[in-house]
């Protein structure tokens, strides 16, 4: 008898803001669905997130979109199941053989100053008690430290290092029913270095292109800054490093 897979056949994204989803983002969705035919996608935007939540409700009237994805991301994949994708993630393969875990994640970065795991793409079967830890950890921070305290690489990265995840070793790891994967797999490129198609390779699930697609009514602005930094390749550099840093990026 075919033994039930632990994580559904469910990709869930973000958009929030309002705006219309951007045509280079639409193509990585479209190619969700090339690489994965069999799995359905959700989308979670204002007309269907939770806003019974009091962090919900804060983090939207303060405009804080990257808090209040972290939020969404990590209830949409708690309650249904699932892998969470950010938009500006382009797949170069199916990713079935992920499905046979309870809860993953991967390493971005094997850099002593950066936070060594990302929520850019994980996944985890329904009512996944890891999930569940970061979750308990949101209305902490609401109470204490809403404007200043990052809530997505620093929270999981955190909890994992407090269950015993070795410093960056960029090799599969297992921490208690948490797999987490090599940088290869979703982050080949580190998000201080320009693209290039030579960092896939045959671990490589899909890649995270760092386009810090946090959604608000700025972005358009934040696109042409960003523009601008690119003739600068230092301060853009630790500007994006920055960001990651915080939990803003995309």
Not at 24 to 50: C, K, M
Not at 138 to 159: C, D, H, M, Q
Request: aromatic share 12%; glycine share 8%; hydrophobic share 35%.
């Amino acid at each position: 008898m075919k033994v039930p897979m632990p994580i559904p056949k469910k990709l869930h994204y973000v958009w929030l803001g309002g705006r219309p989803l951007p045509k280079h983002f639409a193509r990585y969705v479209a190619g969700w669905t090339r690489q994965n035919p069999t799995f359905e996608i959700l989308r979670w935007d204002e007309s269907n997130i939770d806003w019974t939540c009091a962090y919900t409700r804060a983090a939207h009237e303060a405009g804080a979109w990257a808090k209040l994805s972290d939020l969404v991301r990590l209830r949409a994949v708690y309650e249904h199941g699932g892998i969470y994708l950010d938009t500006d993630v382009e797949l170069v393969r199916p990713l079935d053989p992920l499905l046979e875990n309870q809860c993953f994640f991967a390493y971005q970065s094997v850099r002593e100053e950066d936070e060594p795991i990302c929520n850019a793409v994980f996944g985890a079967a329904p009512r996944d008690p890891f999930l569940r830890a970061i979750l308990n950890r949101f209305p902490i921070e609401l109470r204490e430290n809403f404007n200043t305290t990052g809530t997505g690489p620093e929270i999981v990265s955190a909890l994992l290092r407090e269950m015993g995840l070795p410093r960056c070793p960029d090799a599969l790891t297992r921490v208690g029913n948490v797999t987490v994967y090599p940088r290869a797999s979703f982050y080949p490129y580190h998000w201080t270095e320009d693209f290039e198609r030579s960092c896939i390779t045959p671990d490589t699930y899909g890649v995270h292109h760092w386009d810090m697609s946090w959604h608000g009514d700025k972005s358009i602005l934040r696109g042409l800054i960003k523009g601008q930094l690119k003739r600068f390749p230092a301060i853009h550099r630790g500007v994006r490093r920055a960001y990651r840093r915080l939990g803003l990026g995309g």
